[in-house]
């Protein structure tokens, strides 16, 4: 599954809500038989991708990705 663009109005941020979208939307990928989470992200949002890392994604290329099922 892909997520192509995740914005929590900037008023709202560091509230939980990107954390309980990005939850739901792992619920949802894992109930339909996905096994990777990618989002797709400009390398110039840096404090996106640290938030993406700090929920467990990990950088490939302009991507960041987490892999739902344990190997």
Do not use: W
């Not at 400009?42 to 890392?53: D, I």
């Amino acid at each position: 599954m892909r997520v192509t663009t995740l914005v929590v109005d900037r008023g709202a941020r560091r509230c939980g809500i990107g954390k309980l979208l990005m939850d739901r939307a792992e619920t949802l990928a894992s109930a339909a038989g996905c096994e990777i989470v990618e989002l797709t992200s400009a390398a110039t949002h840096a404090e996106a991708h640290a938030f993406y890392r700090g929920i467990g994604y990990e950088p490939n290329s302009l991507r960041v990705r987490k892999v739902l099922l344990a190997q």
